[in-house]
């Protein structure tokens, strides 16, 4: 089976996982492993590749952004698979979406664009979130923030937490916390509101801040509708934000029943749309019990991470669905 993975190599961190999937998947006698940079997809006919024949070290993986290419058919391929994170090049989901009729995508890229919307969550996820609302109104966005006291924005297209807002009173005046921007300080919410909103010309989404986020934040894996694994992921620093790339560690978690029937009721949206893989987020809600935070359908990480962690043979079962699905196939 001839899979190609899509990816800018410099965009992951050393301990990020994607190197180590590409190296399984290198290994594996089933596959030939291909690698393209995300900034070279367009609608061509060809693509150019490189060919990875075995496990990478991570300067190796790096060193494939300079590689020589061989331009190859994107007919070449059985299956694709998407690992480029945010902020993608220009136009790129489009130009995959031009060569989806001869090879399959582990996620359909028209899929991803539409599944990223707010639209899109408004209709399927909405139901399962914490009280929050979809807004640039900033009449509207006070008048939640003063329902909640404490409020966290996520700007449109945020990734690995860094657009994620916590805002709350500070004395007689107000602060943002961001893990990039720092703790900012307002002296009126107005102000606060109008530099949040200069960051991204798309709505936020603005969520009811939730007291037990020092429990950390659950990722539950989910390949094909069948849940492969969850781990709990904490802030090191006993912060709000618990992403592995903002400094967070992690342990396995069980996934509950009130997971379960939240992936049960989303999956089905997600699947009519062609997309496979997906990074459920859950956050302690204040009564103890996990509620969604979102639902992640871009680039998914952390299948060898659960592996590193104690559960088996996980990315074992990535590869065999994937041959699964390349075996479907009928170009």
């Not at 952004?65 to 059985?78: G, I, N």
């Given at each position: 089976?001839?899979?190609?993975?899509?990816?800018?190599?410099?965009?992951?961190?050393?301990?990020?996982?994607?190197?180590?999937?590409?190296?399984?998947?290198?290994?594996?006698?089933?596959?030939?492993?291909?690698?393209?940079?995300?900034?070279?997809?367009?609608?061509?006919?060809?693509?150019?590749?490189?060919?990875?024949?075995?496990?990478?070290?991570?300067?190796?993986?790096?060193?494939?952004?300079?590689?020589?290419?061989?331009?190859?058919?994107?007919?070449?391929?059985?299956?694709?698979?998407?690992?480029?994170?945010?902020?993608?090049?220009?136009?790129?989901?489009?130009?995959?979406e031009?060569?989806?009729?001869?090879?399959?995508?582990?996620?359909?890229?028209?899929?991803?664009?539409?599944?990223?919307?707010?639209?899109?969550?408004?209709k399927?996820?909405?139901?399962?979130?914490?009280?929050?609302?979809f807004?640039?109104?900033?009449?509207?966005?006070?008048?939640?923030?003063?329902?909640?006291?404490?409020?966290?924005?996520?700007?449109?297209?945020?990734?690995?937490?860094?657009?994620?807002?916590?805002?709350?009173?500070?004395?007689?005046?107000?602060?943002?916390?961001?893990?990039?921007?720092?703790?900012?300080?307002?002296?009126?919410l107005?102000?606060?509101?109008?530099?949040l909103?200069s960051?991204?010309?798309?709505?936020?989404?603005?969520?009811?801040?939730?007291?037990?986020?020092?429990?950390?934040?659950?990722r539950?894996?989910?390949?094909?509708?069948?849940?492969?694994?969850?781990?709990?992921?904490k802030?090191?620093?006993?912060?709000?934000?618990?992403?592995i790339?903002?400094?967070?560690?992690?342990?396995?978690?069980?996934?509950?029943s009130?997971?379960?029937?939240?992936?049960?009721?989303?999956?089905?949206?997600y699947?009519?749309?062609?997309?496979?893989?997906?990074?459920?987020?859950?956050?302690?809600d204040?009564?103890?019990?996990?509620?969604?935070?979102?639902?992640?359908?871009?680039?998914?990480?952390?299948?060898?991470?659960?592996?590193?962690l104690?559960?088996?043979?996980i990315?074992?079962?990535?590869?065999?669905?994937?041959?699964?699905?390349?075996?479907?196939?009928?170009?």
């Amino acid at each position: 089976m001839k899979l190609l993975c899509i990816t800018e190599p410099r965009t992951h961190p050393s301990f990020d996982t994607t190197v180590s999937l590409y190296s399984h998947f290198a290994e594996s006698s089933d596959i030939q492993l291909f690698h393209a940079l995300s900034t070279s997809v367009s609608a061509d006919s060809n693509v150019p590749v490189v060919a990875v024949p075995g496990a990478l070290r991570y300067e190796e993986f790096l060193a494939l952004e300079h590689a020589e290419t061989t331009d190859l058919a994107w007919e070449f391929f059985d299956v694709a698979f998407c690992r480029t994170d945010k902020p993608r090049p220009p136009k790129f989901h489009d130009f995959l979406e031009t060569h989806a009729n001869v090879v399959r995508f582990v996620n359909q890229p028209r899929g991803v664009e539409e599944a990223g919307s707010w639209d899109f969550s408004q209709k399927v996820v909405a139901g399962h979130l914490p009280d929050h609302i979809f807004s640039r109104d900033k009449e509207e966005i006070a008048d939640f923030f003063g329902q909640h006291g404490t409020i966290v924005a996520k700007q449109s297209g945020s990734y690995g937490g860094r657009e994620v807002s916590k805002i709350t009173r500070s004395g007689a005046g107000y602060t943002c916390d961001n893990i990039v921007r720092g703790l900012q300080e307002f002296s009126s919410l107005d102000g606060l509101i109008d530099e949040l909103l200069s960051r991204d010309a798309n709505a936020f989404q603005f969520v009811r801040y939730l007291k037990n986020i020092g429990a950390g934040d659950k990722r539950v894996l989910v390949v094909d509708g069948e849940i492969y694994g969850g781990y709990v992921r904490k802030s090191a620093s006993e912060g709000w934000v618990h992403n592995i790339s903002a400094g967070g560690t992690a342990e396995l978690s069980e996934i509950g029943s009130r997971e379960k029937e939240v992936i049960a009721d989303t999956v089905p949206a997600y699947r009519q749309l062609g997309i496979n893989t997906l990074g459920y987020d859950f956050l302690m809600d204040d009564d103890g019990s996990w509620i969604l935070s979102e639902i992640n359908a871009g680039n998914i990480g952390g299948y060898n991470r659960l592996e590193e962690l104690g559960a088996e043979g996980i990315l074992d079962r990535l590869s065999s669905w994937i041959l699964s699905f390349a075996a479907a196939t009928q170009k």
